[in-house]
């Protein structure tokens, strides 16, 4: 029980962490007008793509806009961008509003609506570099990143990244139905703990006395994790990398043999699933390698860039499973989304949040649990009626879109129904 407690509030404060680096990001572009012109110039395609296909010339475009080759779906359409940016403000909701995890939902979502799973992680991975790359002076003047820290866990991360992607692109070759059987089988792992972590806090924050003292659940950033960050600095196994060094007398120093392993599990991540891997770098460097948050914040940014850009291009965008367009509707969605989702924290309480995070991730969970008999059906794993397997794929979609679809209608309306509140005063919770 011990231990999947501590997992939980590893895997929380990582969804966290990486929740306000999305919202720092959006922050960071759209308080510049240079950033919202460049996606102004990166959407262009998109809607180049919108008006081929009203004219019915959509045959012409590239398969990394959607045409009739792309892996799917099998051509570009306006109403699969519509849904993309749908997707992405449905995501930029529960980033801003919970605080945590909205990324995770992408790739089910995507998966959901007929994109193939790879095409599922190699597009939400290049909408993830899209994003970074234009925030990546954050904490640059702050002097918060580590390059020593950062260089070492990429060659982990590189190392990571490809046996992700490789996994994915061999599995795919051998049978697509397989590719997206094995994506979904690792969200159903991931949403699984996660979402049970997160309602059994949640159940036990409504019946305890102070239940509002952390509005988002789990411990605070600075709740240590024994004494696992002391044993592995007091290994000296040449070279050390030497980090914190502003912020303790002489600084620390860490073998570079745990960075690189920590890159590796960080970039293997990114490469299976998606969601930049930034979810696992914070708790891993916060708690496992003993890095101070400060540290951590910059340098996580600063790697991940590199990252997800290496990803998403060796591993997905030169093979073809990048739907460009897809990204382009998710980064503008989710932009908006994470700003009205952190808004409405101010007018909601924070046990509520934690109930709607708790069913959102549950909520992706059952989506890719129960479209798994249908595709191990399809390949004969198991014996199961074709109308059963499409019927509990349906019964998994929408129950997914139902709560994804009511948070962010429920969302929308706190916002509009509290405008004046949120122009004029400061709540208190």
């Not at 012109?37 to 081929?52: D, H, N």
């Not at 036990?204 to 709740?223: L, N, P, V, W």
């Amino acid at each position: 029980m011990n231990f999947f407690r501590q997992w939980g509030q590893f895997l929380i404060m990582g969804a966290k962490a990486h929740a306000r680096w999305e919202l720092a990001v959006s922050d960071t572009i759209l308080n510049s007008r240079k950033r919202l012109l460049l996606i102004g110039l990166l959407t262009i395609p998109a809607i180049l793509g919108t008006i081929a296909f009203a004219a019915e010339i959509g045959e012409v475009l590239p398969d990394l806009l959607g045409g009739k080759k792309a892996y799917s779906p099998a051509f570009y359409s306006t109403g699969i961008f519509i849904v993309s940016i749908l997707i992405g403000i449905g995501a930029g909701l529960i980033t801003g509003c919970i605080g945590a995890g909205g990324g995770f939902i992408i790739a089910p979502a995507l998966m959901s609506a007929g994109i193939k799973g790879i095409l599922a992680v190699g597009t939400d991975l290049f909408h993830i570099f899209a994003k970074a790359i234009m925030g990546s002076v954050i904490h640059r003047k702050l002097g918060n990143i580590s390059v020593a820290l950062a260089l070492v866990f990429l060659i982990g991360a590189i190392v990571g990244a490809t046996a992700g992607g490789l996994i994915n692109r061999v599995l795919y070759e051998i049978n697509p139905v397989l590719s997206d059987a094995f994506i979904s089988t690792v969200y159903s792992f991931m949403l699984g703990f996660l979402g049970l972590y997160a309602m059994i806090d949640f159940l036990r924050a409504r019946k305890s006395i102070d239940a509002s003292a952390d509005a988002h659940g789990g411990k605070t950033e600075g709740a240590g994790m024994g004494n696992l960050p002391k044993k592995l600095q007091a290994l000296k196994i040449a070279p050390m990398i030497t980090f914190d060094a502003g912020l303790t007398p002489g600084g620390r120093s860490i073998s570079w043999v745990f960075l690189v392993l920590s890159g590796v599990l960080v970039g293997f991540a990114a490469g299976i699933m998606g969601v930049g891997g930034g979810f696992l770098t914070f708790p891993i460097f916060v708690y496992v390698l003993g890095v101070s948050s400060m540290t951590t914040v910059g340098t996580d940014i600063f790697q991940i860039i590199f990252t997800a850009g290496y990803a998403s291009i060796s591993q997905y965008a030169i093979y073809g499973f990048i739907f460009y367009t897809l990204a382009m509707g998710m980064l503008l969605g989710s932009l908006f989304g994470i700003q009205i989702g952190a808004m409405v924290t101010k007018v909601v309480p924070g046990i509520t949040i934690r109930g709607f995070y708790a069913m959102a991730v549950l909520a992706g969970f059952v989506n890719r649990i129960f479209s798994l008999p249908s595709k191990l059906g399809a390949m004969e794993i198991i014996p199961l009626p074709i109308k059963v397997g499409a019927f509990l794929d349906a019964v998994g979609i929408w129950a997914f879109f139902i709560v994804i679809g009511g948070f962010s209608v429920w969302v929308i309306g706190t916002f509009l129904k509290n405008l004046r509140v949120l122009k004029g005063q400061e709540v208190h919770r």
